[in-house]
């Protein structure tokens, strides 16, 4: 991949679940070529495990650690001293803590965004890509709003100088830390699973797919893009059948925040989004043609019609249990 030979690579959060998974990639692909990864966090424990496992790499200086945190914009700025691209997934995730701590959620998704952007452009970066949320379209939640404005931040933030901050935006990372699949996990020994909703829907991607549209959006947008792999739904009563097979069943009522369905384009997005093969791209309100033209001209991208829009109740992709069954197999 081109657009990371020789380069420094910072990526904030980079002992979350989705960070240790790019990094891990990065690592183990030789055709990157990079000149050395830094992690970004405020977890020390995490950063001393991930240390230990890759200590070759860590004595070859191909891994540095930093300990910080993303609301505070001078920990980040000296951070970004010499680096290239920034793969930014720092963020409060869980929507039930989000909602109850909302100023917490804001200070690290909002004000966290701003020192990102602020830094990476002191520090001269020449790309950024966000990692974004299904929760940030037609938000409900907190979270979803917090990431909602962190996305719009992000797209302003390329008319300030060289520096080229883009997006990517999708469902449920299936096993991810806090997502329904670890909790069906350790509640499949009681033989009773908690259910929202019997008609609840989410979209579904995998860590191996989720790290394929970092990196791609990595090597192909030109800057102010959402980028939105095609991706299948599921029911969530389906994943809990497939968990546990004839488990009790414990309808616990729509949390606070929650959606039944949730959005990835609205009609509104719908009006700048283009869509190739493999990818919905969100393009911003005000843009050159140039940008259209090359999705176009290399993706064979065509725009949408109006009136399109995205759902994981409309998705017309469901994972069905065997599916469902293989995937969890390999997480």
Known sequence: MHSLKNKT????GGTGSLGSKLIDRLLHTQSFGFKKIIIFSRDELKQSEMGTNYQVQVD???????????????CLSKALMGVDVVFHTAALKHVPATENNPRECIK????GAMNLIDACLEQNVSKVIALSTDKAASPESVYGASKLISDKLFVDANKYS?????IVRFGNILGSRGSVLPLFLEQ????????????MTRFCITFNEAVNVLLFACEHCLGGEVLIPKSPSFHIEDLADVVCIGCEKNYIGIRMGEKLHEDMITEDDARNTWESDAYFILLPNKHDAEIELYWTRIFNAH???KSFCLRSDNNPTFLSKQELTTLIETV
Do not use: C
């Open 303 to 305: 725009k949408l019609e």
């Open 9 to 12: 690579i910072l990526v904030t």
């Open 162 to 166: 060289k520096t080229k901050f883009s």
């Open 60 to 74: 070859a200086g191909k891994i540095e650690f930093i300990l910080g945190d993303i609301r505070d914009v001078s």
């Open 108 to 111: 690290t998704n909002i004000i």
């Open 188 to 199: 499949k020994n009681k033989r009773s699973l908690t259910i929202t909703h019997p008609e």
